[in-house]
């Protein structure tokens, strides 16, 4: 008897004449971007470096498209964004030692994202593994150990042979739930000798999947269909699974309203009947989801902004959908189902009893009033510039542009108060909340899809850590907005620290003429006020290739709840 796993492929006699004959000049870099190729990759970010000029030798006998940038973190950040756009794995190619390591910090906010990051590294040469300490250019005792608490799997390899099975290893690792980074590294003599290995044909690129325990979402099924005052937390694996059409159903048929959080921009939509829109900051969204008798949480770990700063006390019971097992039930008790958003809320779509509109009128009813205190409060603060400028920003990017933003007043603004107006089109830092995110990112979802305009907002000093990009932007003429909220130095922080102390400490920044920078790059700029920002974005946003806007101002933030 056979069976299916005994079933082998015979190649094809073309197939095996190609491979006893492969071409001559390949070495492992050709490997490497075979392997990529066969997964179904059609762009790498990076930088070359000594260690890895094979890799790099070998692109150019690739169909692959390469996006240079200028800093290794910067290159990070966009493919970080490449993968959140496409879903797919998105190649980065870094040499060894300081280029590899300058790309943690991207690499924390792609895990802290669950973004789809291939990172693909040199090595020092074969005899240097192991912490051999042979002196080489960039060696480091174990180059590996600095990236383990940052990323999902970790690939060394150490022959040829072993080049495409580790590529197709952390592919599927990155695409598995919760998607991430992973890094792979090949010694610099593996990637530069020559290679008799026949060409990469193929790949298996498809992840398995994670569904719910069935026993699990028959009481959680049940829960919400007898719950008097069910709400909903949607966090970012909502997005990530593409399940934003699955969870209105769902919120439809127990009448149920629903906060996003920061990460989960977009995925119910803003103006619903039931929607409590992303106010997961404010103290009276906090009161409301602790008098829930039934609280349902997708595709969230309710970490410290998605539970207003630890200050959350539920007093009902919890329901959590979580891909990352290690967030499952990490600050609350709940019934945790672990699986990915999408197969979970389809679960549950099919067991709930649905409640009909006319059965439970006060669930719209309560989040109008939830809103207008929000509004309330906000109103008394006097805060109408900052107001006036998220609504300018939002009047001038078209509804299905994706926005990046970086750790800046503006964007902390926007997780609250601005309309995503889809799932997957608003992007920030705000996973592992490092500054410079928010250009870089940009171009990265340039690259992934040039027929859209893309918006990216820095305040000064997140722009100063990405400014060399402007000529990566030029050079591959990507279609970004870059909006600089020029505030002459580190704003929130600014704040806090004047809030703390009585006056600030190292926040002042000493910055350039940035739109003469711009224009010094070959990017045209303009000086904009907050009476012409939204003509000067919109402009800026319908004219093909990158361009910059400054606006000059001060912005403040709204008060905490969570400190009272």
Same mark, same amino acid.
């Given at each position: 008897?056979?069976?299916? +796993?005994?079933?082998?492929?015979?190649?094809?006699?073309?197939?095996?004449?190609?491979?006893?004959?492969p071409?001559?000049?390949?070495?492992?870099?050709?490997?490497?971007?075979?392997?990529?190729?066969?997964?179904?990759?059609?762009?790498?970010?990076g930088?070359p470096?000594? +260690?890895?000029?094979?890799?790099?030798?070998?692109?150019?006998?690739?169909?692959?498209?390469?996006?240079?940038?200028?800093?290794?973190n910067?290159?990070?950040?966009?493919a970080?964004?490449?993968?959140?756009?496409?879903?797919e794995?998105?190649?980065?190619?870094?040499?060894?030692?300081?280029?590899?390591?300058?790309?943690?910090?991207?690499?924390?906010?792609?895990?802290?994202?669950?973004?789809?990051?291939l990172?693909?590294?040199?090595?020092?040469?074969?005899?240097?593994?192991?912490?051999?300490?042979?002196?080489?250019?960039?060696?480091?005792?174990?180059?590996?150990?600095?990236?383990?608490?940052?990323?999902?799997?970790v690939?060394?390899?150490?022959?040829?042979?072993?080049?495409?099975?580790?590529?197709?290893?952390?592919w599927?690792?990155?695409?598995?739930?919760?998607?991430?980074?992973?890094?792979?590294?090949?010694?610099?003599?593996?990637?530069?000798?020559?290679?008799?290995?026949?060409v990469?044909t193929?790949?298996?690129?498809?992840?398995?999947?994670?569904?719910?325990?069935?026993?699990?979402?028959?009481?959680?099924?049940?829960?919400?269909?007898?719950?008097?005052?069910?709400?909903?937390?949607?966090?970012?694996?909502?997005?990530?699974?593409?399940?934003?059409?699955?969870?209105?159903?769902?919120?439809?048929?127990?009448?149920?309203?629903?906060?996003?959080?920061?990460?989960?921009?977009?995925?119910?939509?803003?103006?619903?009947?039931?929607?409590?829109?992303?106010?997961?900051e404010?103290?009276?969204?906090?009161?409301?989801?602790?008098?829930?008798?039934?609280?349902?949480?997708?595709?969230?770990?309710?970490?410290?902004?998605?539970?207003?700063? +630890?200050?959350?006390?539920?007093?009902?019971?919890?329901?959590?959908?979580?891909?990352?097992?290690?967030?499952?039930?990490?600050? +609350?008790?709940?019934?945790?189902?672990?699986?990915?958003?999408?197969?979970?809320?389809?679960?549950?779509?099919?067991?709930?009893?649905?409640?009909?509109?006319?059965?439970?009128?006060?669930?719209?009813?309560?989040?109008?009033?939830?809103?207008?205190?929000?509004?309330?409060?906000?109103?008394?603060q006097?805060?109408?510039?900052?107001q006036?400028?998220?609504?300018?920003?939002?009047?001038?990017?078209?509804?299905?542009s994706?926005?990046?933003?970086?750790?800046?007043?503006l964007?902390?603004?926007?997780?609250?108060?601005?309309?995503?107006?889809?799932?997957?089109?608003?992007?920030?830092?705000?996973?592992?909340?490092?500054?410079?995110?928010?250009?870089?990112?940009?171009?990265?979802?340039?690259?992934?899809?040039?027929?859209?305009?893309?918006?990216?907002?820095?305040?000064?000093?997140?722009?100063?850590?990405?400014?060399?990009?402007l000529?990566?932007?030029?050079?591959y003429?990507?279609?970004?907005?870059w909006?600089?909220?020029?505030?002459?130095?580190?704003?929130?922080?600014?704040?806090?620290?004047?809030?703390?102390?009585?006056?600030?400490?190292?926040?002042?920044?000493?910055?350039?003429?940035y739109?003469?920078?711009?224009?010094?790059?070959?990017?045209?700029?303009?000086?904009?006020?907050?009476?012409?920002?939204?003509?000067?974005?919109?402009?800026?946003?319908?004219?093909?290739?990158?361009?910059?806007?400054?606006?000059?101002?001060?912005?403040?933030?709204?008060?905490?709840t969570?400190?009272?």
């Open positions: 008897m056979t069976h299916d +796993h005994d079933l082998v492929l015979r190649p094809t006699q073309a197939q095996t004449a190609a491979a006893l004959n071409p001559a000049g390949r070495n492992g870099g050709d490997l490497v971007v075979e392997t990529l190729a066969g997964l179904g990759a059609t762009t790498v970010f930088l470096g000594q +260690h890895a000029l094979g890799m790099f030798d070998a692109l150019r006998r690739s169909s692959l498209r390469y996006i240079g940038l200028r800093v290794e910067n290159a990070g950040f966009a970080d964004a490449y993968g959140r756009i496409t879903g794995a998105a190649p980065l190619l870094l040499s060894t030692g300081p280029g590899a390591l300058t790309s943690l910090a991207a690499l924390q906010e792609a895990a802290a994202a669950s973004a789809p990051v990172a693909i590294s040199s090595q020092v040469p074969t005899p240097g593994l192991g912490g051999g300490r042979h002196g080489y250019l960039h060696e480091l005792p174990d180059q590996a150990a600095s990236f383990r608490g940052v990323v999902k799997s690939h060394t390899v150490r022959s040829q042979s072993q080049i495409p099975s580790a590529i197709e290893a952390a599927k690792s990155a695409l598995s739930v919760p998607h991430g980074p992973v890094w792979v590294e090949i010694p610099q003599d593996v990637l530069l000798a020559q290679t008799r290995i026949p990469v193929g790949g298996d690129a498809f992840p398995e999947e994670l569904p719910p325990r069935p026993e699990l979402t028959a009481v959680a099924a049940d829960l919400l269909s007898k719950a008097a005052r069910p709400a909903i937390i949607a966090g970012g694996g909502v997005v990530r699974s593409d399940a934003s059409g699955k969870l209105k159903q769902l919120a439809e048929a127990l009448q149920a309203p629903v906060v996003t959080t920061p990460g989960g921009k977009g995925a119910f939509p803003w103006t619903h009947p039931l929607s409590l829109q992303s106010w997961i404010d103290r009276h969204t906090t009161d409301f989801l602790e008098d829930a008798d039934v609280l349902l949480v997708v595709g969230s770990g309710l970490g410290e902004l998605s539970s207003n700063y +630890h200050t959350f006390k539920p007093r009902g019971r919890i329901v959590q959908i979580e891909a990352d097992l290690g967030k499952l039930e990490s600050n +609350h008790p709940a019934l945790g189902i672990h699986a990915d958003a999408r197969l979970a809320l389809q679960a549950l779509l099919e067991t709930v009893d649905p409640v009909e509109e006319r059965a439970r009128p006060e669930a719209a009813e309560r989040v109008r009033e939830v809103l207008a205190k929000v509004a309330d409060r906000i109103a008394a006097e805060l109408t510039l900052e006036e400028v998220l609504a300018s920003v939002r009047k001038a990017l078209p509804t299905d994706p926005s990046f933003w970086d750790m800046t007043i964007a902390y603004w926007a997780w609250s108060a601005f309309d995503a107006k889809g799932p997957n089109h608003m992007h920030s830092a705000q996973g592992a909340g490092g500054l410079g995110y928010g250009f870089p990112a940009a171009l990265g979802a340039a690259a992934a899809d040039p027929t859209r305009p893309v918006l990216a907002v820095s305040g000064d000093g997140g722009a100063l850590y990405s400014i060399a990009e000529a990566t932007a030029r050079q003429d990507l279609n970004v907005t909006l600089i909220v020029d505030d002459g130095g580190y704003g929130i922080l600014r704040e806090y620290m004047t809030d703390a102390f009585g006056e600030p400490t190292a926040t002042e920044l000493t910055r350039p003429d739109v003469a920078l711009a224009e010094s790059f070959g990017v045209p700029g303009v000086r904009t006020s907050p009476e012409t920002l939204e003509a000067d974005v919109a402009k800026a946003l319908s004219t093909p290739g990158p361009s910059v806007v400054l606006l000059p101002a001060v912005l403040r933030m709204f008060a905490p969570h400190l009272s």
